[in-house]
């Protein structure tokens, strides 16, 4: 493999593109349509919501035999994240023979355009959905769409384009990438660390400034842990869903940015007899599909966390750290029982997540400290977890609160009480004073009006942006008591236990 310093490489439609002299902070949408005059890729909201910007973003598989797909927003995604990958824009779907994409072809006869401004990103989307499934269900086009907002159309078009084009077979709907195999064996980054002559370990930059300002994309866990060891203050990219909004709505321009996409020991999920060990770089619809069965709450409540492109890039580490008041994912995390590791340099430490924020969007990571992975309980006989999500939207939408409640019934009674919620304090928290009045009780014994006594003694009213106090509140006390309506039965319970 050759390496060329200070140099963003990325394989397009057959071609190695390297780009020099460019930002680090540099979006791959503003590369596009500023330096290679792709204007297909739209730029409408610039923080990942509408969708009109999606492209596909391409790595070799395991077996160095095809290309692995993922739908992203170029708008929020920096462009030193390509550094030996490949890209598929909309400009890419065009045939040799000047022909269109069985999806632009259907999108045309189904009358699947009008303004036409976001159809190259729902055309996008749908073609990263054909790649891995040649004839989808109209539920499975649905969540493909969902991260693309259409004004026009109603959608019924686009679904209708979708069915007809899934028609013309896998072969027809594959993205023609046969010249890309061998560019980025060549271009693939180095999955070993480099060494100076004293032996210290050496993080070679994808862009560094004269300044002295850099973008790292480390090889292994070592060479995070050292890293940060040297530069603290370094700013950690995972899926640049957060980072991507500073770039675009704060103008921040952090001077030191260690990518963790090229550990593969992040990448990893590990599956123990009573837990998973999920690693920091880990992407919210891996997260996904891994509990899908396990916990299908928690599934549903990962799939209404953000559209495709979004979850494809996120991950769940990201989410932790971010801290963010009305997070997800931590809730139905602290009401399972999850663990962090949590690492600085060679010293690694567990601590639990219900214990891991001190404040609003504050943790207790000391200086040059990082997640490196989570560890999340499997289920255990007779255990039951429910969780859900309440937004104004369905999809894609941010929470007014997430409720998540774990327990296991003995003798028709509540026990190993866990619940926890967003949304109602500065952070994501658990409710030990709720916990304490379901711990011991019979679902049916719990009350309304002590789940409104409890809330009230527990948290600080608030009113907010999503939703006033009183309604937040409410919602809080509903979800309880309706988790607690669909509890088995006693001798269902029992079945479960025995089994």
């Known amino acids: ?5 200070n140099t963003v490489r990325f394989v397009l439609d057959g071609r190695i593109v390297e780009a020099q002299g460019e930002r680090r902070t540099t979006t791959v949408l503003d590369y596009l349509r500023e330096q290679l005059q792709r204007t297909g890729s739209k730029e409408g909201c610039a923080e990942g919501d509408c969708g009109a910007c999606v492209v596909l973003v391409g790595e070799l598989n395991a077996a160095g035999t095809g290309v692995d797909y993922v739908p992203s927003n170029a708008c929020i995604q920096l462009l030193p994240t390509l ?12 045939r040799a023979d000047g022909s269109l994409h069985p999806v632009q072809d259907a999108m045309l006869s189904c009358h ?30 649905t969540n493909a769409l969902s991260g693309n907002l259409c004004r026009c159309t109603g959608y019924k078009p686009i679904v209708e384009a979708t069915l007809t084009a899934s028609q013309a077979g896998a072969a027809q709907l594959k993205l023609d990438d046969g010249a890309d195999l061998t560019l980025l064996q060549q271009i693939r980054r180095a999955r070993t660390p480099s060494y100076n002559l004293e032996g210290e370990i050496v993080v070679q930059p994808v862009v560094r400034t004269r300044k002295g300002n850099e973008f790292v994309s480390p090889a292994t866990v070592a060479e995070v842990a050292q890293y940060l060891l040297q530069h603290p203050q370094a700013t950690l990219l995972a899926g640049s869903t957060e980072i991507g909004l500073q770039v675009n709505k704060q ?10 996409g090229n550990v593969t020991e992040l990448r990893q999920v590990q599956s123990a007899a009573t837990s998973w060990r999920i690693g920091a770089q880990v992407s919210l619809t891996q997260v996904e599909q891994v509990v899908a069965q396990a916990y299908p709450d928690f599934a549903e409540v990962l799939r209404r966390f953000g559209s495709p492109p979004i979850r494809s890039t996120a991950t769940l580490a990201g989410n932790i750290a971010n801290g963010s008041p009305i997070g997800d994912s931590m809730p139905c995390l602290m009401a399972l029982g999850a663990t962090l590791l949590l690492r600085r340099g060679e010293t690694t430490r567990t601590l639990a997540l219900d214990s891991f924020y001190t404040g609003q969007k504050k943790n207790v990571l000391q200086a040059g400290e990082f997640i490196e992975a989570i560890d999340l309980p499997k289920p255990t006989p007779g255990s039951v977890f429910r ?6 939207r369905f999809d894609q939408d941010i929470s007014a ?12 009674q509540l026990a190993q009480v866990k619940l926890a919620y967003n949304g109602l304090t500065p952070w994501p928290s658990r409710a030990p004073k709720l916990e304490s009045l379901l711990q011991g009780r019979a679902p049916g014994e719990v009350s309304a009006q002590a789940l409104d006594a409890a809330i009230a003694a527990s948290f600080t009213a608030r009113d907010g942006l999503r939703a006033t106090w009183a309604y937040r509140a409410l919602v809080a006390r509903n979800l309880v008591l309706q988790f607690l309506e669909e509890a088995p039965s ?10």
Do not use: N, W
Request: with cysteine; net charge positive.
């Open 1 to 5: 493999m050759t390496q060329v310093t």
């Open 83 to 94: 550094d030996g990958k490949s890209l598929k824009t909309i400009e890419s779907l065009k």
């Open 112 to 141: 699947g355009s009008q303004c036409g401004f976001c159809t190259p990103g729902i055309v996008m989307s749908l073609t990263g959905l054909l790649q891995t499934v040649a004839a989808p269900t109209r539920e499975q086009i």
């Open 251 to 260: 103008f921040a321009r952090p001077e030191h940015i260690v990518s963790l």
């Open 387 to 392: 969780a859900h999500k309440v937004s104004k």
């Open 401 to 412: 609160t997430c409720c998540a409640l774990s327990y296991t019934l003995r003798g028709g």
């Open 490 to 499: 006693r001798s269902d319970a029992s079945k479960e236990v025995l089994a």
